[in-house]
């Protein structure tokens, strides 16, 4: 995940963003009612996998077989409304 923070800090550092380190990848707020922790959303998945085998085999399961079933159900809409 060290990699892709970097290059992600690298990618956005010259852009209109916002974002100009590391840091700006990730909020932390500790203390009161407000306390959270924001991920930038191109590492949300790449964090969903290291922190849990089942979800990286689940995702990697969906993105794979997403594909196939978008095709089948525009096969079975077209058929249902062309019969």
Same mark, same amino acid.
């Given at each position: 995940?060290?990699?892709?923070?970097?290059?992600?800090?690298?990618?956005?550092?010259?852009?209109?963003? $916002?974002?100009?380190?590391?840091?700006?990848?990730?909020?932390?707020?500790? $203390?009161?009612?407000?306390?959270?922790?924001?991920? /930038?959303?191109?590492?949300?998945?790449?964090? $969903?996998?290291?922190?849990?085998?089942?979800?990286?085999?689940?995702?990697?399961?969906?993105?794979?077989?997403?594909?196939?079933?978008?095709?089948?159900?525009?096969?079975?809409?077209? /058929?249902?409304?062309?019969?």
């Amino acid at each position: 995940m060290d990699a892709l923070v970097d290059e992600l800090s690298e990618q956005y550092r010259n852009s209109d963003n $916002g974002i100009k380190s590391k840091l700006d990848l990730f909020v932390v707020r500790k $203390g009161g009612l407000s306390q959270r922790t924001w991920i /930038h959303p191109d590492l949300v998945v790449e964090f $969903g996998r290291w922190l849990d085998s089942k979800f990286t085999i689940l995702y990697d399961q969906t993105i794979f077989y997403l594909p196939y079933f978008l095709i089948e159900r525009s096969l079975l809409m077209f /058929h249902l409304q062309h019969s």
